[in-house]
């Protein structure tokens, strides 16, 4: 790592998978890169599948009594209110520390399809939303997609389907991991009912490459960091390169809280907070803010000046609009020991192992109503998380009812031993719309006296339709396996790991905050990389394509700005 010093040729905000490319292409490239991590460097040798450090404490995320956000919807009674995210226990924090929440993600890493880039087109206006085509091509992020594959490292196998990508390359560059039994009890079912269904993509290694060791299937990887480094966290698989080119400098504990420009439209200074509330000012030629989306906004939002008297990139209003999140819901079955073959059970019962399976048949489908073109979604097939916690936690009701005792006991140990839970996990589109955005908050203060962010959630009401149809779908092929109670949880708030949009890209300044490069169209040397840049997010997780975004605009930086 580089000395501190106090002018860099790139200041970047964040380290995570919107930041992790840019910090690798550009230090490669010979320029000086400071990163401004808020949390702190967690190392391999740090996490350990302590169950309770990592879904019960919030150790990988900021203190919830100190730093939250706030939540805005309407009521019961229809009444807007506002409350804070350590009130409600709603949390959208996912990962503070160097790598961000790579470190912890679950590594479900899909392309989003070229139908994706142009809904609008595709598909017409919807009612009510503020749908917009992208700036860009599936074919124009389709390479950055495929150095995703090769530097961040995606097992897997490519198969024929009705809604396959466009690849360059015939196959991923890691073969797939190991599955379980379940994986082809899911492939006879599906075909049995009549739908496709295909392997799933994990950024995860399946065999070693370099310092990073292949999975050893301990079941533990979303919400827990990676022992072995085969997970494709930004900190591993990008910043440790970059650590060694000379050209990294890396500050942890740094709360960037305000961005100050020029007067000319460049921003001259990043201002950052250390843990002992002292302040510091550093120097860049460019600008890098990747702090997630919700984040992102705040802090372009709190760098007000003269210049930028409502916040930087926002003179027409549009920063913190048409927030993206992942509609859809989850779902699940079980198998039952006392109803399944003895052998097959204990197969199932292996543990590790992974399922890998997904559905894409009806990523876009005809409505039965209409008959007209509807885009759909991804399922997910995954095993019930192995964390006991929380499964223990599941069985402590009953009948309405608290159990305790030897009751719980034996509940506990019945479920444990006699049961294995399916899940399914659905992702559709999330319609951008007006009701779903983020402000500063005017009612609460986080500990070092800024504005929290203010999330306000109003979702549009066709967000649950596309998710419906696919429940119905999923279910079809759980119960040609023979699950037992088969349930479905559809939402229509959605879970907080996903976030994206808010600083929208396109071609127009009137309706976008960013341009096709994802510089702010009001700050001549400001970029931002993280999901905030999506005006729609596809009906599969973000990661890879945030991944895939920062390798393209970091490659333009290189090549025609500095």
């Known amino acids: 790592m580089s000395p501190k010093k106090d002018n860099y040729d790139v200041v970047v905000v964040g380290s995570g998978a919107g930041a992790g490319p840019v910090i690798y292409t550009l230090t490669r490239a010979g320029h000086k890169v400071l990163v401004l991590e808020k949390g702190p460097w967690y190392r391999t040798r740090h996490f350990r599948k302590d169950e309770l450090t990592a879904t019960r404490r919030s150790v990988y995320t900021p203190d919830p009594a100190k730093e939250f956000h706030s939540l805005g919807y309407t009521d019961e ?37 070229p139908v994706d880039f142009r809904l609008l087109s595709e598909f017409g206006e919807i009612p009510g939303a503020d749908i917009i085509d992208w700036p860009i091509s599936y074919d124009e992020l389709e390479p950055y997609y495929e150095m995703t594959e090769r530097l961040v490292g995606i097992s897997g196998r490519v198969v024929s389907h009705r809604f396959a990508e466009p690849r360059s390359t015939p196959d991923f560059p890691y073969p797939p991991l190991k599955e379980n039994t379940v994986s082809s009890l899911i492939d006879k079912a599906a075909a049995q009912v009549g739908y496709e269904i295909i392997p799933t993509p994990r950024a995860i290694l399946s065999r070693n490459e370099g310092l990073r060791r292949a999975c050893y299937y301990s079941n533990f990887c979303g919400s827990y960091g990676c022992a072995s480094d085969a997970k494709g966290s930004s900190r591993v698989s990008l910043i440790r390169e970059a650590l060694k ?82 509609a859809g819901g989850t779902g699940s079955g079980e198998f039952h020991r006392d109803k399944t073959d003895p052998s097959l059970f204990e197969r199932l019962m292996e543990p590790g192992l992974f399922v890998n399976r997904s559905m894409h048949h009806f990523y876009v489908y ?31 009701w009953q009948g309405g009812r608290p159990l305790w005792g030897t009751g719980l006991k034996q509940k506990v140990h019945d479920y444990f031993t006699g049961v294995r839970r399916l899940n399914v996990e659905i992702f559709t589109d999330w319609i951008p719309y007006k009701g779903s955005f983020v402000s500063l908050s005017r009612r609460y203060k986080d500990f070092r006296g800024f504005p929290v962010a203010r999330i306000a959630i109003d979702p549009h009401p066709g967000n649950m339709k596309p998710a419906r149809f696919l429940a119905d779908r999923t279910r079809e092929i759980l119960e040609a396996m023979g699950l037992q109670n ?23 300044p009137a309706g976008s905050v960013l341009d096709k490069y994802n510089r702010v169209h009001e700050a001549d040397n400001l970029f931002v990389t993280d999901g905030s840049f999506m005006p729609t997010g596809g009906s599969v997780p973000f990661t890879w394509t945030i991944y895939a975004n920062s390798f393209r605009v970091a490659d333009y930086i290189k090549k025609q700005v500095l």
Do not use: C
């Open 486 to 508: 088969i349930r479905f949880d559809l939402s229509a708030f959605p879970p907080s790991n996903l976030q994206a949009g808010g600083l929208r890209f396109g071609h127009d």
């Open 77 to 113: 009674n229809g009444r807007m209110v506002e409350e804070s995210t350590y009130d409600s226990g709603w949390d959208w924090w996912n990962g503070n520390m160097v790598g961000g929440s790579t470190n912890v993600m679950s590594g479900y890493f899909q392309r989003m399809k």
């Open 245 to 326: 080119t000379g050209n990294l400098t890396l500050i942890t504990g740094a709360h960037v809280y305000h961005l100050e420009s020029d007067g000319h439209h460049r921003i001259r200074k990043a201002w950052y907070m250390d843990p002992e509330g002292k302040k510091h000012a550093v120097e860049g030629r460019l600008f890098v803010v990747a702090a997630q989306a919700v984040e992102s906004v705040r802090l372009l939002l709190l760098s007000k000046n003269p210049e930028y008297p409502e916040g930087i990139g926002n003179g027409r209003g549009l920063v913190g609009k048409n927030m993206v999140f992942s």
């Open 366 to 396: 005809r409505d039965p109503e209409t008959d007209k073109p509807v885009k759909g979604g991804t399922v997910d097939f995954l095993w019930e998380h192995a964390n006991p916690v929380p499964r223990a936690l599941r069985q402590t």
